[in-house]
């Protein structure tokens, strides 16, 4: 009792089919996206809540171009659960933690994040334990930079990536890889060709090619130069002007302007209305905490969509 396939398959009508393919597998070409579509449809995950979604690496270059098809945690559970023959651990992930090892690229020393998950087979629950090491998971990517030349090359430095939460979670993260290794681990077909957000964050931090480093390079440096750099424009105030919003700082504005218009429902949906494309672009720079912004904005929400 270890497959889904009894589950029925969700369907997606032509607008939500049209809205997957401009929003989660936006990159896609028509083959990977019926690969994706069909994925989901079998795995009955929901791409519009970003349950599942598409990552396409080095898309433009059709020799080395892969689609990697990536799954939120909560997802992986759900299949899992399905099963009908998985439950969690009890206990909370454990963590190998050396001092010695701390860096600008590993700020706790952390080692590793081993996670146990439990599988019933033959009448009895079984153990199955993984474990997911910070050097071979964690986005540590190149740092590049101008030479005298004034052509853009590798420093020799490296720095982890800042636009997730691997900086700020390190912990929480590296269980969320060790968590997917130990399900697909213990249910290998149910899992096959499908990857955690964690696990491939790492891939997609040095995913970048010069010419990517260098058009980034340049968009940073003028963003610099009038004080917005790593900012979003966000309008609070329907009548008020565009503010620039450091990243680090939208959940947080977020979360008080949610708290300030709790009783007004209508409010916060105008707001969601009127900032789409800057929740889009902050989505696009860190997903991670874009996802718990929707899902705030959602909550708040969800007793007009009740009503």
């Known amino acids: 009792m270890n497959a889904v396939v009894p589950m029925r398959s969700l369907d ?36 519009l809540r970003r349950q599942i979604y598409a990552f396409v690496f080095s898309k433009d270059k059709p020799d080395k171009r892969r689609m990697s098809i990536i799954v939120a945690i909560d997802g992986f559970r759900a299949i899992a659960d399905r099963t009908g023959c998985y439950r969690p651990d009890e206990d909370e992930p454990t963590f190998e933690i050396d001092p010695a090892l701390k860096s600008a690229t590993n700020l706790i020393g952390l080692v590793k994040a081993t996670v146990r998950v439990w599988k019933h087979s033959h009448g009895d629950w079984h153990k199955v334990t993984a474990s997911a090491y910070w050097d071979e998971y964690a986005p540590i990517k190149d ?77 940073e440096k003028r963003l610099a130069q009038i004080g917005q750099g790593q900012t979003i424009l966000f309008q609070f105030d329907p009548t008020g002007p565009l503010e620039p919003v450091p990243l680090g700082k939208i959940a947080d504005r977020v979360a008080e302007f949610v708290q300030n218009n709790r009783d007004e429902v209508s409010a916060i949906g105008l707001f969601e209305s009127r900032n789409r494309h800057a929740l889009r672009d902050f989505w696009a720079r860190q997903p991670g905490d874009a996802l718990d912004v929707k899902r705030m904005l959602e909550g708040a929400m969800a007793p007009a969509g009740a009503a």
């Not at 997606?12 to 070409?29: E, G, M, P, W």
């Open 12 to 47: 997606f009508s032509n607008n939500q089919l049209a809205l997957i393919r401009k929003t989660v597998a936006a990159d896609t070409n028509q083959d990977e996206f019926e690969l994706f579509v069909h994925t989901a449809k079998h795995l009955r995950l929901d791409p």
């Open 143 to 219: 740092e590049w930079g101008e030479g005298e030349d004034g052509r853009r090359r590798k420093t020799g430095k490296q720095a982890l990536d800042q636009t997730g939460n691997w900086p700020k979670m390190p912990r929480l993260m590296l269980a969320k890889v060790a968590e997917a290794l130990a399900l697909r681990k213990a249910w290998p077909d149910d899992f096959s060709n499908v990857y955690a957000a964690e696990e491939v964050d790492r891939s997609r931090a040095q995913d970048m090619t010069a010419w990517e480093a260098a058009d980034a390079g340049a968009t």
